[in-house]
């Protein structure tokens, strides 16, 4: 048995980071136990920590195994992590997993060089079997052992070169069971921070399904769980859905999948499940928005009849040349009719997602997009700066491993301009950013809708974090109280 210590980075909570459990780290947690291994999560952000809280920690639990969960904007932050950890105790593997090394491949290794093993895309089938055979080999694994684990990125000392193995994507969700809801301390997430103004009651994330078939030039979203959609069983969802409500008492539900509605027959399913079983919830599909070349009326009412009231929906441009260079495969009448359906057929609210600084994009795509912002009928948008995620190919295409340096880095969040445009200065960039979200929000209906929004303490917080997200004001390192009261972290005042 080995002891496998799971985190999220050290880092400040930004406005577009949810305050939910990560599942993803769930999934592994529930995989590692199968396996007899001994499992715990910490997540940084949500609890507050420091990197001397972090070290505390890691020296108090003596881990066999510590791995991040990375996301690029994390780079600076791991790094120092990593080497403090090696630093505790260099027998330590040191793993990472994510978005960043899905995408990254090799390349991960190279710019990590405290990491032992890294893993691409789904890991639950390829950990577990990483783990044990690392314990049975005394951490000197073979060569034969290593070329056979599924997604590890790992260096091959005997051709001198770092091997990525081939991913493998989880056919059946359900052989996954759930998430190990223990080790990511449920109880903490309930009610902390809903992410959008309209959100109601109790919150909690689930997930119905993994993978996108899409290759929109800007997403690295199959490069982390495939090419090919696939859903939990309705029995699985609606179990899940009891038991949060039973547990936790969540009244709220905000859908995380990549592709939601890319199996209509499965959406109504779902939606006919929640009605079948009296549930009365709230949900909505807004974190990753959905494809509006992929709605029908039928479906559409189906959710708002099962408790659907918010969609956020991938725009991203009013300027057809840059949707056609994105390979986002709709058109832009498609996009603005769908809009107008989902409108005019349910009371379901809507939020337009919008991606600024697009590299083929010129001042007037960017005022074609603020354009058709104003003309649709949006409850809310947002407005990110394209970020070269790795593994995308607008990332290979128009930049590479040479964007990353320690200061591009700091500025792979949506409310930044990490790479240098060829027409847009970064300066005017923001300016526009800050100058569309004003105006967008400053128009009386949307000025009403959410002063009538503010119904509680955490939401006026929420509202304030907007405003210092529209004006590129950077995120404050607060540790929460309830993050310090524990006994495995001692009060800090670095990053305070």
């Given amino acids: 048995?080995?002891?496998?210590?799971?985190?999220?980075?050290?880092?400040?909570?930004?406005?577009?980071?949810?305050?939910?459990?990560?599942?993803g780290l769930g999934y592994l947690a529930t995989a590692l136990k199968k396996e007899g291994h001994e499992i715990k999560i910490v997540d940084c952000i949500e609890r507050g920590l420091t990197q001397d809280q972090l070290l505390k920690i890691v020296a108090k639990e003596k881990p066999d195994f510590f791995g991040f969960k990375i996301y690029t904007k994390d780079l600076n932050s791991v790094i120092e992590s990593y080497r403090r950890v090696k630093q505790i105790n260099p027998d330590i593997v040191t793993l990472a997993g994510g978005p960043f090394p899905s995408g990254a491949g090799p390349d991960a290794l190279k710019m990590l060089h405290q990491v032992d093993y890294?893993?691409?895309?789904?890991?639950?089938?390829?950990?577990?079997?990483?783990?044990?055979?690392?314990?049975?080999?005394?951490?000197?694994?073979?060569r034969s052992l290593l070329k056979n684990i599924t997604g590890l990125v790992w260096r091959d000392s005997e051709e001198g070169d770092i091997k990525a193995n081939d991913k493998q994507v989880?056919?059946?969700?359900?052989?996954?069971?759930?998430?190990?809801?223990?080790?990511?301390e449920m109880k903490n997430f309930i009610a902390k921070n809903p992410p959008a103004l309209i959100m109601k009651g109790n919150y909690l994330p689930i997930i119905t399904g993994r993978g996108c078939p899409f290759k929109c030039t800007y997403c690295a979203g199959p490069a982390v769980t495939g090419n090919v959609?696939?859903?939990?069983?309705?029995?699985?969802?609606?179990?899940?859905?009891?038991?949060?409500?039973d547990t936790y008492g969540a009244n709220h539900f905000s859908i995380?999948?990549?592709?939601?509605?890319?199996?209509?027959?499965?959406?109504?399913?779902?939606?006919?499940?929640?009605?079948?079983?009296?549930?009365?919830?709230?949900?909505?599909?807004?974190?990753?928005?959905?494809?509006?070349?992929?709605?029908?009326?039928?479906?559409?009412?189906?959710?708002?009849?099962?408790?659907?009231?918010?969609?956020?929906?991938?725009?991203?441009?009013?300027?057809?040349?840059i949707i056609k260079a994105m390979k986002r495969s709709i058109t832009l009448p498609h996009i603005i009719k769908s809009t107008w359906l989902i409108r005019k057929?349910?009371?379901?609210?809507?939020?337009?997602?919008?991606?600024?600084?697009?590299?083929?994009?010129?001042?007037?795509?960017?005022?074609?997009?603020?354009?058709?912002?104003?003309?649709?009928?949006?409850?809310?948008?947002?407005?990110f700066?394209?970020?070269?995620?790795?593994?995308?190919?607008?990332?290979?295409?128009?930049?590479?491993?040479?964007?990353?340096?320690?200061?591009?880095?700091?500025?792979f969040r949506y409310d930044s301009v990490s790479g240098v445009h060829p027409h847009l200065s970064a300066r005017k960039l923001r300016l526009f950013r800050t100058y569309a979200l004003l105006r967008f929000f400053l128009r009386p209906r949307l000025i009403l809708d959410i002063l009538m929004s503010l119904t509680s303490f955490v939401k006026v917080k929420r509202f304030i974090e907007f405003f210092r997200f529209a004006f590129f004001l950077k995120p404050r390192f607060k540790p929460r109280v309830a993050g310090l009261a524990r006994s495995d972290e001692a009060p800090s005042t670095e990053g305070a």
């Fill in 118 to 142: 890294a893993f691409q895309g789904e890991a639950e089938l390829g950990l577990p079997k990483f783990v044990s055979g690392m314990v049975q080999d005394g951490n000197k694994p073979p």
């Fill in 229 to 245: 959609t696939r859903h939990h069983s309705i029995p699985y969802m609606m179990n899940w859905l009891r038991y949060f409500i």
């Fill in 256 to 321: 995380t999948d990549d592709n939601f509605l890319h199996e209509r027959a499965f959406v109504r399913a779902f939606s006919k499940g929640i009605i079948d079983a009296g549930l009365k919830i709230h949900w909505e599909a807004g974190s990753n928005g959905i494809r509006l070349n992929q709605t029908d009326e039928e479906t559409l009412q189906l959710m708002e009849q099962s408790g659907c009231y918010l969609v956020s929906v991938g725009i991203e441009s009013g300027s057809a040349r």
């Fill in 385 to 411: 700066v394209y970020t070269p995620h790795p593994g995308t190919e607008s990332y290979g295409t128009h930049y590479g491993p040479h964007v990353l340096t320690p200061t591009s880095i700091e500025n």
């Fill in 170 to 184: 989880v056919e059946d969700l359900d052989s996954l069971g759930y998430p190990d809801w223990e080790a990511l």
């Fill in 345 to 383: 057929s349910t009371k379901i609210r809507i939020n337009g997602f919008f991606i600024m600084g697009y590299p083929e994009e010129t001042w007037e795509d960017l005022k074609a997009t603020l354009k058709l912002a104003l003309e649709l009928p949006l409850d809310r948008a947002d407005f």
């Fill in 1 to 23: 048995m080995a002891k496998v210590l799971l985190a999220k980075p050290v880092g400040p909570l930004q406005y577009y980071d949810l305050e939910a459990p990560d599942l």
